[in-house]
């Protein structure tokens, strides 16, 4: 009997350290969790396209990303912590997105999100980063809601580190009116796109406040590649210009097809027209097109990153699609510095470390973040479509 009670007593004993060690553990450290403060590494989350058409835009930012955790891991980490790259693959689709973004942060303890590089998708991921308090920095999501919800106010957890449409429309118009005299366009858009759908409002918002009209305004649904009937009553309309916010390959068709209808007008569009795979696809039907982009990828300076590029991806070039394996080195470089500023792994410390970080040199120029809106200062280009380049013709500095 005095053995069975030692027994009970050793067994009880036992049970309370267990019990004293667990709540300890809960309370004293944070080795669980977001933002592990105890942990040897720093775990941040890709989320983007990498199977589906729109891989050919998130595929260039995941092989970015991965040469610069291994390179920075390399150089000791960040904060003396090696950086764990974990990526998830959103088919471009938000409920994915939103799916992802749980799976990152509940379970994969993530301290910050790099992603998305679309605004419908990237909105979704800004619920759930508002909701679980975690960070996520958008590579080319452009839509002004992506960071600031309507209303005006901010969202406390998304940045972005390429131009708002606000910015790109606004330069566009203003360009278009008081540089080129134009002072009729029509549009086609996109109606299922939140981008095309966005910067078509932005565009027609400045250029009409400068004192420009838009004759008419002509939208087509996802897959569309007949845009014919469309651009029969953008004919009839006289523009002066057609303002086109469309991907490279809906762009191509939709030229081409413009011009099989005697349209000889002047295009003008966003930075969505900077993939090198336009020339093929719209040729001598883009020739002499303006529009705007914060980067200008014949810039020497981006040289050594392409070369190192080409040499981790089979040769590849890293401006295929577009500009986002640029801007995917810069959200990287944003964060590094935020994750630095703030000398902690925890997602709150390095949001707001976020808000304060300014003049940090990215791949595409230096990058000083807006508290109030979440959006960069940076730099913007007007770009002309020539017979195998793009040809930067003017150089603004914007802020909003």
């Known amino acids: 009997m005095k053995q069975f009670k030692r ?3 050793v067994i009880i004993s036992l049970i309370m350290i267990i019990t004293m060690a667990s709540c300890a553990g809960k309370s004293g450290d944070k080795s669980s969790g977001s933002g592990s403060a105890a942990s040897s590494k720093i775990v941040i989350a890709y989320i983007g396209p990498l199977t589906g058409e729109a891989s050919a835009f998130g595929i260039p930012e995941v092989n970015t990303l991965k040469m610069l955790v291994e390179k920075q891991n390399q150089e000791g980490g960040i904060i003396g912590k090696q950086v764990e790259l974990k990526t998830y693959d959103n088919r471009n689709d938000n409920v994915e997105t939103t799916n992802a973004a749980k799976k990152a942060i509940q379970n994969d303890g993530v301290s910050a999100i790099i992603g998305c590089n679309a605004s419908g998708p990237t909105l979704a991921l800004s619920s759930v980063c508002d909701e679980l308090k975690v960070p996520n920095v958008a590579t080319t999501a452009t839509n002004s ?3 600031v919800a309507d209303g005006g106010k901010v969202r406390p957890f998304t940045f972005r ?9 606004d330069i566009m118009a203003k360009y278009a009116y008081e540089k080129l005299n134009i002072k009729k366009v029509a549009i086609l858009y996109q109606v299922s796109s939140d981008y095309s759908t966005g910067i078509t409002q932005n565009f027609t918002d400045s250029f009409t406040k400068a004192g420009g009209s838009i004759t008419d305004k002509e ?27 469309l991907e490279y390959k809906e762009l191509g068709l939709a030229t081409k097809q413009a011009r099989s209808l005697g349209i000889t007008q002047q295009f003008l569009g966003p930075d969505c027209w900077m993939a090198n795979d336009l020339f093929s696809v719209a040729g001598d039907a883009i020739k002499g097109s303006m529009f705007v982009a914060p980067i200008d990828g014949s810039d020497p300076s981006l040289n050594d ?21 640029y801007f995917a080195y810069d959200a990287f470089v944003f964060l590094k510095a935020a994750i630095e500023k703030a000398n902690s792994t925890d997602p709150v410390a390095i949001r707001d470390a976020m808000e304060k970080t300014t003049d940090i040199q990215g791949l595409t120029g230096k990058i000083t973040m807006m508290p109030d809106t ?20 003017e150089k603004f500095t914007v802020q909003y």
């Open 161 to 169: 580190v390429c131009l708002a449409d606000p910015q790109l429309g």
């Open 374 to 393: 979440h959006n960069p200062i940076r730099s913007a280009n007007i770009f002309r479509v020539d017979a195998d380049k793009f040809t930067s013709i």
């Open 7 to 9: 027994l009970t007593a």
């Open 305 to 325: 990153f392409k070369t190192w590029y080409r040499s981790k991806n089979n040769n590849e070039e890293p401006d295929q699609a577009g500009s986002n394996a």
């Open 219 to 245: 939208a087509y649904k996802t897959g569309d590649v007949d845009f014919r009937a469309q651009l029969e009553k953008i004919k009839e309309s006289s523009p002066d210009a057609l303002f086109l916010p």
């Open 145 to 147: 809601k992506v960071t």
